[in-house]
């Protein structure tokens, strides 16, 4: 019994068996070349993305972007920092003092640069702690006093600081409006605060505030962008 539409493959015949084998092979090739073409497209797509990448890159890397205000940034081949103790204005005793040596841990960890007395430098990190302030930002509800009971503060320390060429005394970064913060726990007992806990509290606030701003600046002195 014969299949409608169905066109006998004749490999003898003339004619017929030339014709079907040409159907057949446009039937069967088809695809395949698709498949190919497909497959070669997404390696042009590829190449092309990798190509554009790699462009961006050099781009950014040649332009030598900085920060607004922060200056030229470090100079090839600067080897020897100084980071004497920043001045403090403020009434927080040994701020100054802690966070020069943060900044100074940072780039000794780091490596990269050395840290050297001034004497030895060929450019200085000058600082000053500008402000400090605490902000109330939690709340617990009491009987006793107002109605309620400060449980956590928010601590802000501002900082001017910079880095000076020493020969020329040119400015090659600065942030003159450096500004950290952290939340902390403080006693809710209004009857019986607890002062050497709050007070240990505050300390550890300002030494993690430290290390922020140390590795902040670092990172933006150093940085390519």
């Known amino acids: 019994m014969r299949t409608a539409n169905r066109v006998p493959f004749a490999r003898n015949g003339r004619g017929g068996g030339r014709y079907t084998r040409l159907l057949y092979d446009a039937a069967v090739m088809r695809p395949k070349l698709a498949y190919s073409f497909l497959g070669v497209n ?18 950014l890397a040649s332009c030598g972007y900085h920060f607004s205000g922060e200056g030229e940034g470090p100079k090839p081949g600067l080897t020897f920092i100084a980071i004497p103790v920043f001045e403090n204005k403020t009434s927080e005793q040994d701020l100054g003092a802690l966070f020069a040596g943060a900044l100074r841990h940072e780039f000794m960890q780091k490596g990269g640069m050395r840290v050297v007395d001034a004497a030895e430098s060929e450019a200085v990190f000058k600082g000053s702690i500008v402000n400090i302030r605490i902000t109330p930002v939690a709340h617990r509800a009491s009987d006793v006093v107002a109605n309620r009971v400060t449980v956590e503060n928010r601590l802000y320390v501002t900082l001017d600081i910079r880095c000076e060429e020493k020969r020329t005394g040119k400015v090659l970064w600065r942030d003159p409006n450096l500004q950290v913060y952290r939340v902390y726990r403080q006693s809710d007992n209004p009857l019986h605060p607890d002062a050497l806990g709050g007070y240990e509290d505050r300390q550890e606030a300002l030494h993690v505030l430290a290390r922020e701003a140390a590795i902040r600046v670092h990172d933006r002195f150093l940085s390519d962008f």
């Open 42 to 59: 997404r390696m042009i797509r590829k190449t092309v993305v990798a190509a554009v990448l790699a462009f961006i890159s050099l781009t």
